[in-house]
């Protein structure tokens, strides 16, 4: 019989779920932060959205591992008070070399996770609350950045600035000379982002031959299909064949420390 085990990540914004058998992920969703304990008669499942697969509901929480990785304390200690966890299984480190002591583990995670899955070397842009870039190369940390996101970007403008208005993103590539304000915020903010990305994968390009490019995150699949719109259609199609979104990543680092042959479970 396979076995069931859920992988969790206690994000800055929300918890992001996903169910697996053994090495294959079945399912996975994503629940809000607690602000209040979740009903003690259905305890783990109450964080559970009714969606789910009926499989995965119908089991009983205490036969579920928990394999957990949080970057929110408060939400931590929100979730261990939750009973039965006895079967929680937090992790706090992965076998990821070169890290300094700062790195986010979010940031780890996805990083192990796409070089686990997808090979090495490889550069991951998490489209987030923050925009980042981290890089690894046989299993070793190299480097990465930080910059605002999408949302974070448009709502800097209009938090820092006295009369330009809250913007939502666009659905497409605005054009580059607007003749109104909001379109001036989103060309500005999207064709800097995208310039951002594509200054970095030129960057990360310089020091290795074909690496793996993955974006994720929330705006990680818009951030995708943008870049891919903008700079490499007829362009760089070798590029584009190695250029993908995957939302998964941190799950795969998760599932590549589970089933690492060298631990004993």
Known sequence: MMSNWVALVIGNTRWLWSWFQERELKYFWHTGHLT???????????????????????????????????VVPGQTQAFTNIQPLARVRWINCLPLKGVYSTLGLDRIASLWGAGQHYGWPVLVIDGGTALTFTGGADATFIGGAIALGVRAHLAALHHYTAALPQIDIPLDIPSRWANNTPHAIQSGVIHTILATIHQFIHSWEQHYVKPAILFTGGDGEYLHRLYIQHYQINQNQALTNRTWFDPNLMFWGISAYRNDDTRRL
Request: charged share 15%; no cysteine.
């Open 36 to 70: 209040h304990p979740p009903h003690t008669e259905r305890g783990l499942h109450s964080l559970w959205t009714d969606q789910l697969p009926p499989q995965l509901l119908s089991l009983p929480v205490e036969s579920i591992d928990i394999w957990a990785i949080s």
